[in-house]
């Protein structure tokens, strides 16, 4: 068999980092998107539903067609897709027109999270896969918290729709470096004519993988929902500005990386399903003190907001831990048929985190406490989750 090409590490996470960028850029604008298209506030969280139900599609789609025809030409084909969808939701003045083209740029960034995790998982192997996926992670926790930074000072200074310009210059430049620079790491191209109803009725009968499935979705739920609610949470509730609530990600975008570099650390030691339960242990603290202090405590504005982005940064340690543990041990089974593996897996909780931010969107009643709440559901949710299905399915040396 031909050797594997190594893709550059900073490749893997400008392609995986786009679409969570785009993910959560807007963030800081909604307020102001919602007032420009005259909606209520709740549709335009729904914005960020449909760019998750078009991400789900995406990963779907993507990693079948690549099995078939390789991972480099299905992932310049998805960002130029993407391309299209940030030039259509720049142009959007309607609620209407602004989701479907947020479904079309999700259709396409699709590309960067499943095929940049296949790619990752047959360009490396053993420890070496587990330290590249906690590289990525820490990078991960990046990329969606220093777009609300980015996105807040843009919306701020400039025009919402301005956004999406930012994100269609960003996605050209990395359409351009993978034309350039991607090798083609499906060495097994040709070879298999992989049944989509087969591997998802294995991947469905899987206990651990469904267990690892739901705790990516949940975990990242709880990520996503306060990329919606957060900005009327902080910024309509509590006072701050555009700029001055995209700034706040800083803490949480350093405190990802501390979960990042606190997991390399800790795969020295200790095994991934170690390392993940003190993950959950963390989203468990933050999210219970949380929603304790919002429920029983009456405290001014900025002790809220201390204590909220305390708490975030304890949950975002959390999931980063976590994470990054469920997505390098989650498929190592499948190794043969990753692509379609990752696609099925990518779909499944993408699915979850969608319903979990439409469910976000519906509790919003324009006060404080409906986030914690759900975030302290969603924690004990996940534990739950992982005694019932992983804890002892896992092996010890994992």
């Known amino acids: 068999m031909s050797k594997i090409s190594t893709p550059a590490l900073w490749l893997l996470i400008f392609i995986v980092g786009l679409p969570q960028l785009s993910e959560t850029v807007y963030s800081p604008a909604l307020p102001q998107i919602a007032h420009a298209l005259g909606v209520e506030e709740n549709w335009v969280e729904f914005t960020l539903t449909i760019y998750l ?32 969808g940030c030039l259509g939701c720049y142009t959007s003045s309607s609620i209407e027109a602004l989701m479907v083209a947020r479904f079309v740029q999700a259709l396409g960034g699709s590309t960067g999270s499943v095929l940049g995790q296949a790619i990752c998982r047959e360009a490396f192997a053993g420890p070496d896969r587990g330290r590249v996926f906690a590289t990525i992670g820490s990078a991960l926790s990046l990329s969606p918290t220093i777009g609300p930074a980015v996105g807040g000072f843009i919306s701020q200074a400039f025009d919402w729709s301005t956004i999406f310009i930012f994100l269609l210059g960003f996605g050209f430049l990395v359409l351009i470096i993978c034309a350039k620079d991607l090798p083609e790491t499906n060495l097994n191209l040709g070879k298999k004519d992989v049944s989509i109803l087969t591997v998802w009725k294995t991947l469905l009968l899987d206990n651990r993988v ?51 570099l606190l997991g390399r650390r800790l795969l020295k030691s200790l095994s991934g399903t170690e390392i993940l339960e003190r993950g959950l242990f963390l989203i468990l603290l933050g999210a219970g003190i949380l929603a304790g202090a919002v429920v029983s405590l009456e405290i001014s504005k900025n002790a809220t907001i201390v204590l909220t982005l305390g708490c975030m940064a304890v949950i975002m340690i959390g999931i980063s831990l976590a994470m990054f543990n469920s997505l390098s041990l989650a498929l190592e089974r499948y190794h043969a048929i990753i692509g379609m593996a990752s696609s099925l897996f990518g779909f499944m909780y993408y699915v979850i985190i969608s319903g979990i931010t439409l469910l976000m969107g519906a509790l919003h009643n324009d006060t404080i406490t409906p986030m914690p709440l759900l975030f302290l559901a969603l924690a004990i949710t996940m534990i739950g989750l992982y005694l019932i299905m992983v804890r002892q399915r896992v092996p010890a040396t994992a």
């Open 53 to 84: 139900i078009g991400f789900a599609v995406g990963t779907f789609i993507w990693g079948y067609l690549s099995d078939r025809f390789g991972r480099k030409p299905c992932l310049l084909l998805g960002l130029a897709i993407y391309c299209l």
């Open 210 to 260: 469904m267990g690892f499935c739901f705790l990516v979705g949940l975990g990242n739920g709880i990520t996503f929902s306060y990329y919606a609610e957060g900005s009327f949470f902080m910024i309509d509730m509590l006072g701050l500005t555009p700029s001055q609530y995209g700034l706040t990600f800083i803490l949480l975008a350093v405190a990802g990386g501390v979960g990042g």
